[in-house]
């Protein structure tokens, strides 16, 4: 299915060795329709993964290369990098608890680096930012906020 551009093979990338991850690639389905067909219709318990695949072909569509970020056996959604400056992204549905939270900012936190970082959900009231890590929307982040 990748060879046929259904699907888009990821490949992890190690953040602090800086290096590409032979094996634990992703994949991401060009038309999120096509999930759907595939698993057999529409699941509510998948919207985290239909949002993350949105937000994955919104990168793409702007550009940017993608890989998923490997730091400390923790993952990073997205490491992206265009015209020399990198950005990280995490992507949850929502933070309605503390421990998705501290997962999601704790993860981008542990990079320690000052390129620009953010988490992408479907909340529109949690905090802009935190620790110079910024909260967007959905819609925030399909407009080009970061």
Do not use: W
């Not at 991850?21 to 759907?36: C, R, S």
């Not at 549905?93 to 953010?118: H, V």
């Amino acid at each position: 299915m990748a060879n046929s551009f259904i699907i888009h093979r990821i490949n992890r990338y190690d953040i602090s060795g800086k290096r590409i991850f032979e094996i634990g690639e992703k994949y991401y389905f060009e038309n999120t329709g096509i999930q759907n067909v595939i698993v057999g219709g529409y699941r509510p318990r998948d919207r985290g993964k239909i949002l993350e695949n949105l937000a994955y072909n919104n990168l793409i569509i702007n550009g940017y290369p993608v890989k998923i970020g490997a730091l400390d056996n923790q993952e990073i959604d997205f490491v992206c990098k265009k015209n020399g400056e990198k950005r990280y992204l995490q992507v949850a549905l929502t933070l309605n608890d503390q421990a998705t939270i501290e997962r999601e900012f704790g993860n981008l936190k542990k990079i320690k680096d000052n390129y620009p970082k953010a988490v992408i959900t479907m909340d529109s009231f949690i905090s802009n930012s935190e620790d110079g890590i910024v909260h967007l929307t959905l819609r925030e982040f399909f407009n080009n906020s970061f």
